[in-house]
Every structure is written in structure tokens, then in C-alpha cells.
């Protein structure tokens, strides 16, 4: 399942709502089909993405997963509507080439100096407030929608001993 798109007439519509700042935004979803791996689900909290610094295109997000089903799931995408492209990455800031796995009744956190989400060519500019919304696609749990708060770059992240809104 892709984030909805309104229709626009060409690419320069995308262009000026990108320079604007806009990001488009959907209310979250609920998990795919979780209940086929078993009891539970899973679920994603603690989203973020630290603010750019300036001149800079590219964003990192970060959130926690969690699997309370029965057996391992497995990240098959992410995407966002706030760049041209988003992908996970690893620690060395290169895409993950093997697949990344969350086991049964277990986690997965993305942080800091650790595996993230790279947002490349962002659509404008990210500002403390904003939110980004993010689709990470589960082989069993399917498409979870995720709306992560802009941070500035630096600040403490949502859940890190602090307040996490």
C-alpha cells in the first residue's frame, strides 16, 4: 500500500508544495495483518527525524518496532512522502543489502549512530514541529503507517528518559 497522492498537474506542483515546506500527512493506520503470525502484533513507536542541518538534503528517521507475534517479520520497504527516496540504513550510512529482521516477541530500534531510515532529496525544508509521515511494509504484518515528529538536530529523542510527545 503506497502513502495517498493528491492528483497534480505535473512535477512543478510537487516542486513548489516541496519549497513551501509541506509535507503531506495521513491520519496512522492500523498494523496489516499481524494476527497470521500468531497472538499480538506489531507495532511501531518513538518516531523521529532529526531537523537537517543547512544546505543539507537528506534526513535520518528513527522509531522502535516492536513484535508481539509469534514469529519473526521482516522490513521489505519503507517509503515517505517528504523525499524522493527513503531507505534503511545501516551504522556506515550505506542501504542495508541483507534483509532486516525483527524476531518474534522481540525489537528492533533505529537510533542514532545505528541503523536509521535515510530520506534523500527532500521536497524542503524539515523544521522542529513538522511531522513526516513514513510507510514501513512488514512481510507478515503488511503496511504500517508512522508519523514521525521533526526534531531539531541534537535534541533528546522522543522516549530517551524524557518526554516522548
Known sequence: MRLPWPQLAGGAAVVAAGVAGLVYAV?????????AGGVGEVTIA??????PLPGQTSAAAYF??????NRPDRVVSVETGAGASAELHNAQM???THP?????HG???????GMHVMIEKLFGPL???QTVNIEVDFAHAGAI??????IPYGATPPGAGGNSQ
Open 27 to 35: 491520519v496512522p493506520s492500523s498494523p496489516g495483518d499481524a494476527s
Open 46 to 51: 518513538d518516531a523521529y527525524v532529526r531537523a
Open 64 to 69: 522502535t518496532v516492536d513484535n508481539t507475534t
Open 94 to 96: 550505506t542501504a542495508m
Open 100 to 104: 532486516v529482521v525483527v524476531p518474534a
Open 107 to 113: 525489537s528492533l530500534t533505529l537510533h542514532t549512530g
Open 127 to 129: 523544521t522542529k514541529g
Open 145 to 150: 503507517d508512522v508519523v514521525a515528529k521533526v
